[in-house]
C-alpha cells in the first residue's frame, strides 16, 4: 500500500452507491439542484459520483485546511490509489 498521494481527488467529490430502482429519482434530484452527476452501473447497484468541491479542501496546497478537526468519514477514508503497491 503506498497510501495517499495528495491529489485531493476525494474533496472535490461526493458517491453514492444506490440501487437500480431508485436511480432516476436520485439523478433527477441531484441535477435539479444543478449538480454535476456522473454515473457507472456495477451489478444491482449504481455509483453515482457528484462533482463538488468541500469548502474546507485548499486549492492551492490539495490539502484540509481544517485537518484536525476533519470528519470522521474523512479520517477513515480509504480510495483505491491510496491501495495500490
Ligand atoms: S485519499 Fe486518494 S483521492 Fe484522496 S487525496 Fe489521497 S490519493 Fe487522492
Ligand atoms: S473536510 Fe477536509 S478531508 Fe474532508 S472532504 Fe473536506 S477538505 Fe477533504
Avoid at 29 to 42: A, G, I, T
Avoid at 57 to 84: G, H, I
Wanted: hydrophobic share 35%; with cysteine; net charge positive.
Amino acid at each position: 500500500m503506498r497510501g495517499c498521494i495528495g491529489c485531493g481527488k476525494c474533496c472535490r467529490q461526493v458517491v453514492y452507491t444506490v440501487a437500480k430502482a431508485g436511480r432516476e429519482d436520485l439523478i433527477t434530484f441531484f441535477r435539479m439542484h444543478d449538480l454535476d452527476v456522473r454515473n457507472s452501473e456495477d451489478g444491482e447497484s449504481v455509483v453515482t459520483v457528484i462533482r463538488a468541491k468541500c469548502d474546507w479542501l485548499s486549492l492551492a496546497t490539495l490539502r484540509c485546511k481544517f485537518y484536525e478537526k476533519r470528519p470522521t468519514m474523512c479520517r477513515e477514508f480509504l480510495c483505491d490509489e491510496a491501495l495500490k503497491d
